[in-house]
């Protein structure tokens, strides 16, 4: 049986890899380089050759193939761990992280950079561009963090018992 990670996976690499398909051909957004949706929220062209938060920019070929290693050695650790979870809870993350990573991946191939487009911002303020990829690597991880800190792998609180 497929594991609930592999399937969510594959509908987060879908869903990234279409909207990135809208952002680049259909709204053109690399011409246009930004376009204001809300006061807090426009679609801004941003060619992210970074891992997270443009963190360690590729500035050479070797550099972006590294990452591409690199990132690709990470997806098999998760993938192989979703593939012997049996935690909902914890396959969820995992099944984020895994398509998150696969999405951005291809793009690093294709492209030589990651499409971001997600801006959030409030005034002067400015969140970092991202993409549905990111997002989901973000909460995945995140899940993955708190079922570490409550110790539990399945999502559900420790049952108090009397001694």
Same mark, same amino acid.
């Given at each position: 049986m497929i594991p609930l990670a592999y399937w969510l996976a594959?509908?987060?690499f879908v869903v990234d890899q279409l909207s990135k398909y809208?952002?680049?051909?259909?709204? $053109?957004?690399p011409e246009a380089e930004s376009? /204001?949706?809300?006061? *807090?929220?426009?679609l801004t062209w941003v060619?992210? $050759?970074?891992?997270?938060?443009?963190?360690?920019?590729?500035?050479?070929?070797i550099e972006r193939w590294l990452l591409v290693a690199v990132t690709g050695l990470i997806a098999v650790v998760v993938a192989f761990w979703a593939w012997r979870s049996r935690a909902l809870v914890e396959?969820?993350?995992?099944?984020? *992280?895994?398509?998150g990573a696969?999405?951005?991946?291809?793009? $690093?191939v294709r492209l030589g950079y990651v499409v971001d487009f997600v801006h959030l911002h409030l005034g002067r303020w400015s969140?970092? *561009?991202?993409? *549905?990829a990111d997002a /989901?690597?973000?909460?995945?991880?995140?899940?993955?963090?708190?079922?570490a800190l409550t110790g539990r792998s399945d999502g559900k609180p420790e049952r108090l018992t009397d001694a």
């Amino acid at each position: 049986m497929i594991p609930l990670a592999y399937w969510l996976a594959a509908i987060i690499f879908v869903v990234d890899q279409l909207s990135k398909y809208a952002i680049i051909h259909l709204l $053109r957004l690399p011409e246009a380089e930004s376009i /204001a949706l809300l006061p *807090v929220f426009s679609l801004t062209w941003v060619e992210n $050759r970074g891992v997270s938060m443009g963190m360690l920019t590729a500035g050479s070929e070797i550099e972006r193939w590294l990452l591409v290693a690199v990132t690709g050695l990470i997806a098999v650790v998760v993938a192989f761990w979703a593939w012997r979870s049996r935690a909902l809870v914890e396959n969820i993350a995992l099944g984020l *992280v895994f398509g998150g990573a696969l999405g951005n991946i291809l793009d $690093r191939v294709r492209l030589g950079y990651v499409v971001d487009f997600v801006h959030l911002h409030l005034g002067r303020w400015s969140f970092y *561009v991202f993409n *549905v990829a990111d997002a /989901a690597i973000t909460t995945g991880v995140v899940i993955l963090l708190l079922l570490a800190l409550t110790g539990r792998s399945d999502g559900k609180p420790e049952r108090l018992t009397d001694a």
